[in-house]
């Protein structure tokens, strides 16, 4: 059976399969493992970053700082290694304490503060991006035995296509968020949240330490993204990364989560992250296409998600109607 | 051994909100296999009784003792593991969620520590059997009826809880029929030993199912009694601390002359709209009072919607004075003078951060146009006269009014449609969860409207309210008008005759 709330992650599915059928006919070449490889390569950063986002937006909250963290880890991760030649693994660990303690503190001021979210990470967002600045305002290039043996990782899949480090990195993120959403009750207490957070307080729900649990997620995921990041450009530069939080939160739209939490999944935002690598491979492989397309064909997307969000509303509702006549 | 504490005790509960003491000194005992009803007028202090004992509030004050052992639950899910489970008056459990998942939130079954779905549909389904439901688990709640919604919040409350089961308001929204199927469970509860919390504002019901009382007025304790030997009126006079005056309507001569002579300037011909309501003819004369009767289900709020234009007829015409009207939209409804005070209120009504002068304000406001704004001399003026006539509590016009306890705020919204002085109202479920001193109040006020002209159409479950205003009643059935009573015929036992003839021929 096809729940109504699945019907945006269908359609978004159904539109992903066929403009890549569309792209595939104009050029074959789409079709090979190693762009696909490079697809998720490429987007592993902001793959990983948008399941942080979605569990946020499922539970009716939106975190800006995203961006700026990836770019604050990036920074302080190349200055530790790079510069003060601490070990690679021991900069990750302490990124990754620092950005989930990050999050677990614009969290706890949502809950027990009551400040809407937008202030908060907005707050939290230039609070990262200036931490960034301070640590460098250079762009560190970083090298190390280390991190090289991770970025030279990949598994030759057949076709000539490489799976690399980061895409498995970012496909087992995806695989994790997706079982944390369906089948753990920290999930399903998210959902419970975005629904309504009234009615969920009184069944029960411990909505103060989920609400600091999701943004702690969302913290240690958008380091976790920063150090992504950090590999893919073998470097830190505190400018990087502007605006990510925004193709986070469109990817999860895209992808069938609704922005006043409660309904969508994480399978979804990874469609959404595909299509938008989807433009960006095509504008690529046309060519002459300036790469501004992507985002506004991303737009246009938008606009079309939340028509077809407002439209599934509108139909249950009449779907509800019509079943309490046959009840009758 | 624990057998010889109550189940569960209060003693000296006192709460106050913001230095005003919503209750002071409160003494409370559940025995175990014990209903026990709650009763009070709006804003009493039951549901902040209940909140205290569940855990939503602290108490300031006082003693809680659940089997013998001092108690002070945190929050819901401490009480819930305490034993104590609870539907409260404004939760409605969580639409974007499937039944399964509502049921099971928060204490899913899991294997190797993940949720087992397959399990969790399987208990579901034993779970809602025991309730008499058969139905999808995997749908989602808000693809559900309000009454089969409340069945399910009740059945997790009760596989929940274990001991003590507390019930606000439960059956506000139920039919006769739903109603019986609950209190079934409840006695078959009961012989499990569980004790039972019930506030109602039907005395009918509380006579029906439970054991004992306890009367709360202005926060404090009246009296804890058996009900087994207490009269109804004494029990009336405990909740109201004096008696009620007579509240059916003495039938006047002349009523007849009313609905039968007389142009109707309000008149709907063949107005129905597929798949919602079949089409109906219904004239509406000045100073006239128009019942709909029917089950749950039968078309009641839909008729109401069609006529307010909230849903679109797809036949028919509406007359007004004579000419053809087109109410497309609730705004051109209100342009013809109609108001609409919704079964819903607590979704559809009130803007809980607004004070209760702006919410009864609003319609009236929003009928005069924006640019004409009430000078707030004047919002003053009409607040106070309702907050009075209406007796709502606390007399303030300034506070929010979601701090208003369910009654009043009920109140409030009905006094926001008297106020705007429609032609027509339309009343659905003008008195639910309103206690039984403001029910008079409220049969007297309509009494007093039509006298002044207005025409109403009341849509209640409730046969006794209807006798009492309407001058005609309409039944419905299936989505049909079936029957129209005037004058002498409006009686309970012809409504239920004309609903009962009808769901059999069916
Ligand atoms: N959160 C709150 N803040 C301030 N005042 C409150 C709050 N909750 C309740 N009150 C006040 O406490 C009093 C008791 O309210 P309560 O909701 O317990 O009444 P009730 O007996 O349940 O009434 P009803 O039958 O209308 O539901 C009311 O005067 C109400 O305005
Ligand atoms: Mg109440």
Redesign the interface.
């Known amino acids: 059976?096809i729940?109504?709330?699945n019907l945006p992650f269908i359609t978004t599915l159904g539109i992903f399969i066929l403009a890549y059928i569309l792209c595939v006919t104009q050029y074959p070449n789409m079709l090979s493992t190693r762009v696909i490889g490079n697809l998720l390569t490429d987007n592993a950063f902001l793959g990983i970053a948008a399941v942080g986002m979605t569990f946020v937006i499922l539970s009716g909250g939106i975190d800006l700082s995203i961006g700026s963290v990836i770019a604050f880890t990036s920074v302080f991760v190349a200055v530790m290694v790079g510069s003060l030649g601490v070990h690679p693994l021991v900069a990750f660990a302490a990124v990754l304490a620092i950005s989930t303690i990050f999050g677990s503190a614009m969290g706890a001021m949502i809950r027990y503060l009551g400040i809407p979210p937008f202030v908060v990470t907005l707050a939290g967002m230039f609070l990262a991006r200036g931490a960034a600045y301070l640590i460098s305002t250079e762009s560190v290039p970083i090298s190390h035995p280390v991190i090289d043996a991770i970025q030279g990782f990949y598994f030759r899949v057949p076709g000539g296509g490489r799976l690399t480090a980061l895409a498995m990195l970012m496909l087992i993120v995806f695989l994790l968020g997706a079982?944390v959403a369906?089948?753990?009750?920290f999930g399903?207490?998210i959902?419970?949240i975005?629904?309504?957070q009234?009615?969920?307080?009184?069944?029960?729900?411990?909505v103060g330490p989920t609400t600091v649990g999701i943004y702690a997620l969302s913290g240690f995921l958008s380091g976790l993204a920063g150090i992504a990041y950090t590999l893919y450009t073998s470097s830190g530069y505190s400018l990087a990364t502007v605006g990510v939080e925004l193709d986070a939160i469109a990817a999860v739209v895209i992808g069938g989560t609704l922005l006043t939490g409660?309904?969508g999944l994480v399978a979804g935002t990874f469609i959404g992250i595909m299509i938008q690598g989807l433009i960006q491979t095509y504008i690529v492989f046309d060519g002459t296409l300036s790469s501004w397309w992507t985002k506004i064909v991303i737009g246009i997307l938008l606009f079309v998600f939340i028509v077809l969000q407002r439209g599934i509303i509108w139909y249950?509702d009449r779907?509800?109607?019509?079943?309490?006549?046959k009840?009758? | 051994m624990a057998e010889s504490y109550p189940l569960l005790e209060a003693r000296g509960i006192g709460k106050a909100f913001l230095g005003i003491a919503a209750l002071d000194g409160v003494d409370f005992t559940l025995g175990r296999g014990e209903i026990h009803a709650l009763l009070g007028e709006n804003g009493a202090g039951k549901s902040t009784l209940i909140k205290i004992l569940t855990g939503v509030y602290s108490r300031d004050r006082g003693t809680l003792q659940l089997d013998g052992a001092e108690v002070t639950p945190a929050s819901v899910a401490d009480a819930q593991k305490l034993g104590i489970g609870t539907v409260y008056q404004e939760v409605n459990l969580l639409e974007n969620l499937t039944v399964a998942e509502n049921l099971y939130l928060g204490r899913q079954p899991t294997r190797f520590g993940m949720i087992d779905r397959r399990e969790m549909r399987r208990r579901s389904k034993a779970l809602l059997t025991r309730y008499g439901l058969d139905i999808d688990v995997d749908a989602l709640l808000s693809s559900y009826s309000v009454a089969i919604r409340q069945i399910i919040a009740i059945a997790r409350a009760v596989d929940l809880s274990g001991k003590v089961l507390v019930l606000d308001e439960p059956t506000a929204s139920l039919d006769s029929h739903e109603v019986e199927t609950l209190f079934t469970v409840l006695r078959r509860l009961r012989e499990d030993g569980l004790g039972i919390v019930i506030i109602t504002h039907f005395l009918n019901q509380v006579y029906a199912v439970a054991d004992r009382v306890t009367v709360l007025r202005n926060g404090r304790l009246v009296g804890t009694r058996d009900l087994a030997n207490l009269p109804r009126l004494e029990l009336i006079s405990m909740m109201l601390g004096r008696e009620l005056q007579h509240m059916t309507r003495e039938r006047q001569p002349g009523d007849e002359t009313i609905t039968t002579t007389g142009e109707a300037p309000i008149r709907f011909e063949g107005y129905g709209k597929r798949g919602s309501v079949a089409p109906f003819d219904l004239a509406v004369r000045p100073g006239e009072v128009v019942g709909i009767a029917g089950l749950l289900g039968s078309g009641r709020s839909e008729t109401a919607f069609l006529m307010f234009g909230i849903d679109r007829a797809d036949s028919g015409t509406a007359t007004i004075d004579g000419k053809p009207a087109s109410l497309s939209s609730p705004e051109s409804a209100i342009g013809h003078g109609f108001g609409f005070c919704p079964e819903e209120r607590k979704t559809d009504g009130i803007i809980g951060d607004f004070s209760v002068a702006d919410n009864i304000a609003l319609a009236l406001q929003a009928s005069r146009g924006w640019a004409k704004p009430i000078s707030s001399r004047e919002k003053q003026a009409l607040a106070e006269s309702f907050i009075k006539s209406l007796d709502i509590r606390p007399a303030s016009t300034e506070k929010p009014i979601k701090l208003l306890s369910g009654g009043n705020q009920q109140k409030a919204i009905l006094a926001r449609w008297l106020a705007t002085e429609p032609r027509l109202l339309i009343l659905d479920e003008p008195t639910r969860g309103i206690d039984i001193g403001a029910h008079a109040e409220i049969l007297k006020m309509i009494e007093r409207l039509c006298a002044e002209g207005m025409s109403l159409v009341v849509i209640s479950s409730e046969l006794d309210e209807l006798t009492a205003v309407a001058h005609r009643v309409i039944v419905l059935s299936d989505r049909r008008h079936v029957a129209e009573l005037v004058g002498k015929q409006v009686t309970t036992d012809n409504i239920l005759q004309a609903i009962a003839s009808r769901t059999e021929a069916a």
């Open positions: 059976m729940h109504t709330r079982f369906a089948r753990t009750r399903a207490n959902y419970a975005g629904g309504n009234q009615s969920a307080e009184l069944m029960g729900v411990p409660g309904v249950s779907r509800l109607a019509e079943s309490r006549l009840e009758v």
